[in-house]
Nanobody, 124 residues
């Protein structure tokens, strides 16, 4: 499975961005896709995830109410709409595929494939 993330950039605080992540290859065992982020000097952390069948969504507390994850099954693409961005949202954002049917999807260890990352910078 190959993942191509896009949509990062520089935005002012309070602004918005929409990230996209397209999956290709052997995607038939995709049970969920997620977004993680890693800020400079910090560990990678969970942001949001969505089950491929059913569309259940999961969010980190820090982004609830501001970020929305969605997917287009026909395009094998997941999106992350990020509104009301804050400087602390600055990070490299990674998309990932989970082939774990019964996962909770909060842990990076539940994901088998990762995209290359896209940088989001929020200025104050």
């Amino acid at each position: 499975v190959q993942l191509q993330a896009s949509g990062g950039g520089l935005v002012q605080a309070g602004g918005y961005l929409r990230l996209s992540c397209a999956a290709s290859g052997r995607t038939f065992r995709t049970y969920a896709m997620g977004w993680f982020r890693q800020a400079p000097g910090k560990e990678r952390e969970f942001v949001a995830a969505i089950r491929w069948i059913g569309g259940n969504t999961y969010y980190a507390d820090s982004v609830k109410g501001r970020f929305t994850i969605s997917r287009d099954n026909a395009k094998n693409t997941v999106y992350l709409q990020m509104n009301s961005l804050k400087p602390e949202d600055t990070a490299v954002y990674y998309c990932a595929v989970s082939q774990d049917f019964s996962g909770t999807y909060y842990s990076e260890y539940e994901y088998s494939y990762w995209g290359q990352g896209t940088l989001v910078t929020v200025s104050s």
